[in-house]
């Protein structure tokens, strides 16, 4: 009996060893996991915030994130604007601004001005909806410290020879220096051939227009040139407290702008070239106290014999001309910016006149019936020029 027994227990114990030792082979080729096989956590793929980001930044479909200071959300929402429509030609055109908030400045004494919306973007298309032409400016939200603005305005250009669109550009900022006025510039547009473009680049005449615009008319020219051509008259500022009249020649034809007529040309021993304008007058509002000026003959040339005249409270005073150095026309680019500048207050596609700086100002006016020229501040502050004619 006993010998069964052991018989049994030694049969028992020979299966279950061979049972253990069949084990791994059931398994194929999956091993039992061990705590030494898990590679270190760092070496873990993450599915996390930075891969999602990175997934973003190729795709090119994604809008790229933008910067947005503290509290500063309102202000990166972007907004349309439609000017229009323009009737030019026998075809309808609007002007679409694309405009972001700005954020007021709170520096005294400019605490309760807002600049509002800034334009960031422009276009001019035609009833399909079609871009004939574009721009876009510089954008800066601001801060309680000061912001700045794009502005863009429309009018139809209504001539004796042709219809255009007069756009006009302007660029402030807050808080400004007390004597800073906006940058402006206007640009004229027509249809040639069946086709609207830019007669120019912006032209940059900070002074304005000589006629004020009337809000929602068309805007007139000054007076015909010819059959084909129409003229438009343009303040312009001579750093002197002084503005004179720039016309300027629109032809509809070929769809160019250039001085309306050349200027009139002076020349004196050693006072090189000069161009004279009309002065505009209308803003002036006398000296205030009796006060005399030195009165030369000529412009441009040394006073040799300079006279001393009175003007008193009472005085008739009349302006005559301005005069200044050579002068110079450039188209610009009609084609649009280049996008070279970065400078937030320039155009680098603009044209317009310019002026050699070897003469003037001088200013050529009528004391009493008593004719002469100035040119020092000392006379024009003497006269009350102090703001602009």
């Known amino acids: 009996m006993k010998t069964v027994r052991l018989l049994l227990i030694c049969v028992a114990t020979v299966l279950i060893a061979v049972a253990w030792k069949a084990i791994p082979a059931h398994q194929g080729d999956k091993p039992l996991a061990v705590p030494q096989s898990v590679p270190p956590q760092s070496n873990l793929p993450r599915q996390s915030a930075p891969q999602l980001v990175s997934v973003q930044q190729q795709n090119p479909a ?23 429509p323009f009737p030019i030609a026998g075809s309808d055109y609007v002007v679409v601004l694309h405009e972001k908030k700005c954020v007021p400045g709170s520096t005294e004494p400019h605490s309760d001005i807002d600049l509002g919306e800034s334009v960031v973007a422009m276009g001019i298309r035609d009833a399909t909806g079609a871009v004939l032409y574009q721009r876009r400016f510089p954008y800066s939200s601001g801060d309680e410290n000061g912001s700045q603005a794009w502005k863009v305005s429309a009018s139809t250009l209504a001539g004796t020879s042709g219809t255009g669109l007069l756009v ?30 830019a007669f120019s680049g912006p032209l940059p005449f900070d002074a304005g227009l000589v006629r004020d615009e009337t809000s929602g008319e068309p805007y007139r020219t000054t007076a015909p040139l010819d059959p084909r051509a129409d003229t438009l008259e343009f303040k312009v500022s001579t750093g002197q407290h002084l503005n004179f009249i720039y016309p300027v020649r629109i032809d509809w ?17 050693g006072s090189g070239e000069g161009c004279q304008y009309k002065v505009l007058a209308e803003d002036y509002v006398g000296a205030g106290e009796a006060t005399f000026v030195t009165l030369c003959s000529s412009a441009g040339e040394k006073c040799e014999k300079p006279e001393k005249v009175a003007v008193r409270p009472d005085s008739k005073l009349e302006f005559l001309v301005v005069q200044l150095g050579a002068e110079r026309w450039s188209d610009g680019l009609a084609a649009g910016p280049s996008g070279k500048s970065g400078i937030n207050d320039t155009m680098d596609d603009q044209g317009g006149p310019s002026w050699a700086p070897n003469i003037g100002p001088w200013l050529k006016l009528r004391i009493d019936g008593k004719e002469g020229w100035i040119n020092s501040q000392e006379d024009f502050d003497a006269l009350g020029l102090t703001q602009e004619l």
């Open 62 to 84: 994604a809008p790229a994130a933008q910067e947005t200071a503290p509290g500063s959300t309102a202000q990166e929402e972007e907004t349309e604007r439609r000017l229009g």
């Open 168 to 197: 006009d550009y302007s660029f402030d900022l807050l808080p400004s220096a007390p004597e800073w006025r906006p940058s402006v510039w206007w640009q004229i547009f027509g249809v040639v051939k069946g086709k609207l473009k």
């Open 253 to 269: 034809h070929q769809g160019r702008l250039s001085p309306a007529k050349p200027c009139e040309r002076t020349s004196s021993s």
